[in-house]
């Protein structure tokens, strides 16, 4: 029995400790916005954070969630959408959308460590996550306008 702390809820899962968290997400407590993209914590799809740090949920086994904070996409909305969730919405960032969430997890991750990244903190941070719809200049757009919104800033 794996004890973890899931979006800021305690849960139970009866699982072997070598589960892959993902599955654990999506099967056991049916939370479906982490997706399995290639299994080898290659591609980003899966990305939630643990303690804070964005973590490849595919690769990641139950035993290594215990006693930690795991928040799923799910979790960053839970008061109202993300600056970033806004500003993924209000500049048609998605194409495709699979790849979305790992993304939205990996700019939020970003955004708390660093206020106002520039293109190069940005490139590096998402660096890790695949979008096979190339829409990465929008990601980086809705990054900055989430950053300069959390800021206060107005936009340039």
């Not at 809820?9 to 916005?33: E, F, H, Q, Y």
């Not at 969630?65 to 799910?74: A, D, F, Q, R, V």
């Amino acid at each position: 029995m794996a004890k973890l702390t899931v979006n800021g809820k305690a849960v139970n899962i009866n699982a072997s400790p070598d589960t892959p968290l993902l599955w654990a997400l999506r099967d056991d407590l049916k939370m479906n916005g982490t997706k399995f993209g290639c299994g080898l914590a290659l591609c980003g799809a899966c990305t939630v954070h643990i303690n804070g740090e964005p973590a490849r949920s595919c690769s990641t086994p139950l035993s290594a969630c215990e006693g930690k904070k795991i928040t799923t996409i799910e979790g960053i909305a839970a008061r109202g959408l993300h600056p970033v969730q806004k500003a993924w919405i209000e500049l048609d960032v998605p194409q495709c959308g699979y790849c979305q969430s790992g993304q939205i997890m990996s700019a939020v991750a970003l955004l708390d460590k660093n206020k106002n990244p520039s293109d190069a903190d940005i490139d590096e941070a998402m660096s890790g996550n695949i979008c096979r719809c190339g829409t990465y200049q929008r990601m980086r757009a809705a990054i900055h306008k989430a950053a300069a919104q959390m800021s206060g800033k107005k936009e340039a």
